[in-house]
């Protein structure tokens, strides 16, 4: 028996529980422990919110719960897997005269991102914008491919020491599939102002040949911000080309290990205020004496990031870009929940230190719109902050 149902003692009162499914292999780490002892914050944060009338309608009874990756069944990740091939499938809705390389449904959404990273990386949309593309993207993965689960998250500390051995890159038929083979001329990825002021090579940089997506065609880009070697130019200079080529990973511990449980915690028990979680977070100021001083939001990103991962633009091209920003929504969730009143609505001031990506200071915030386009509907940037009953009730999801 590999997977226990327990439930979570402070839930108990409800009418129902939240099922909390655990993976025995994996130990709780302190972010996991940390995130248990929040549910009774959780549950006053709703029970004010429904004494309030303000909940729309979403309890944590009927909340979507959404587990890291090793927690859900064989079967739930295959189907997982099922559905993003599915949706890789079905034809794009974004316009073709303007996206030709946008293949399909799941393209849409890298079209989105490349279009929009400026707004989607700054301060204000960070987090916000993000959730709710991670959000419309599940919802099509349920809507339009039949998926019953919910997005997975990584949990990077079950894998940062062997990534490559790992349930999520390990290549198998339940895996996001596996490494890129060696590619000579791939160093790393460049971090400037950083000792080390690279993220070397873990041995992989080409394509991958092993696992679901072997056989996937990527089309969009690279562009110009792409951290990927030896890759065919797009037709077009914004990269909106099609130019298909093939999916390419480099596992890489070097970058893993720097978004391990006790960076994390630290970040959210040591950032007091929105602006010191954001910046550290992005790796600023860059730590010293640290072999692995990425900030958890490029660790993240470059686990296995090559093309069009490794691409600030195109990332959402590899699946993984998903399970990352699920996970960083989580961790923004655990810090905001430690003092809901104060942190729900916070906007950063904070800097990303990647240019041309610019810092915005927005004197009414309630005025700033998110606007998905060809994905989902505007919505204002605060209905984005909050996952039990913002954008109108359709966020209503807790992290288990
Ligand atoms: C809440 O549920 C009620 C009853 O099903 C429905 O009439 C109402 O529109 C819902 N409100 C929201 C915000 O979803
Ligand atoms: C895939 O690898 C994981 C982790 O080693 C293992 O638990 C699982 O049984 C494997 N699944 C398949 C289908 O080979
Ligand atoms: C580029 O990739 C090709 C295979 O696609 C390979 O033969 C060649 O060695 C690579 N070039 C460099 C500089 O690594
Ligand atoms: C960010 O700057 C604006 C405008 O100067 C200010 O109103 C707001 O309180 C600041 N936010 C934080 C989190 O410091």
């Excluded at 939240?18 to 709780?28: A, Q």
Aim: with cysteine; aromatic share 10%.
């Amino acid at each position: 028996m590999w997977a226990s149902a327990l439930l979570l003692p402070s839930l108990l009162a409800g009418a129902q529980a939240i099922e909390v499914i655990r993976n025995p292999f994996y130990p709780l780490d302190v972010v996991d422990k940390l995130e248990e002892a929040t549910m009774p914050k959780v549950e006053e944060f709703v029970a004010k919110k429904i004494a309030a009338k303000a909940n729309n309608n979403c309890t944590l009874e009927n909340a979507a719960v959404r587990r890291e990756w090793s927690d859900m069944s064989e079967e739930l990740r295959q189907e997982y897997v099922a559905s993003i091939k599915c949706l890789m499938k079905l034809p794009p809705k974004s316009d073709p005269e303007r996206f030709p390389g946008a293949l399909s449904r799941f393209d849409d959404f890298v079209a989105y991102h490349m279009t929009h990273a400026m707004q989607l990386h700054d301060n204000q949309h960070l987090f916000g914008a993000h959730k709710y593309f991670v959000y419309l993207f599940e919802k099509a993965l349920r809507e339009e491919c039949g998926y019953t689960g919910y997005q997975p998250y990584m949990n990077y500390d079950r894998y940062s020491e062997d990534p490559i051995n790992s349930p999520l890159l390990n290549g198998n038929a339940s895996s996001l599939g596996g490494n890129g083979v060696l590619e000579p001329s791939y160093k790393g990825v460049p971090q400037y102002g950083r000792t080390p002021n690279i993220i070397a090579s873990g041995g992989g940089g080409g394509c991958v040949t092993e696992g679901p997506f072997s056989d996937m065609i990527v089309s969009l880009g690279p562009t110009s911000m792409s951290t990927a070697t030896n890759v065919t130019k797009n037709p077009r200079a914004d990269g909106t080309g099609s130019n298909p080529r093939c999916l390419r990973r480099d596992v890489n511990r070097n970058a893993a290990m720097g978004a391990k449980a006790d960076r994390a915690f630290d970040l959210i028990s040591n950032s007091d205020n929105i602006d010191d979680f954001y910046n550290r977070l992005l790796g600023t100021p860059p730590p010293k004496d640290d072999p692995y001083p990425w900030g958890i939001h490029t660790a993240g990103h470059y686990v296995a990031a090559v093309d069009p991962g490794g691409d600030p633009m195109t990332s959402p091209g590899d699946p993984i870009f998903y399970f990352h920003h699920t996970s960083l929504d989580r961790l923004w969730w655990i810090w905001q929940m430690q003092d809901a009143e104060n942190r729900l609505n916070v906007i950063p001031n904070g800097t990303m230190p990647m240019p041309p990506m610019k810092q915005r200071r927005i004197p009414v915030p309630e005025e700033t719109i998110v606007d998905m386009e060809w994905l989902g509907p505007a919505i204002t940037l605060l209905e984005t902050h909050d996952q039990l009953g913002g954008n109108g009730g359709a966020f209503c999801y807790v992290y288990v």
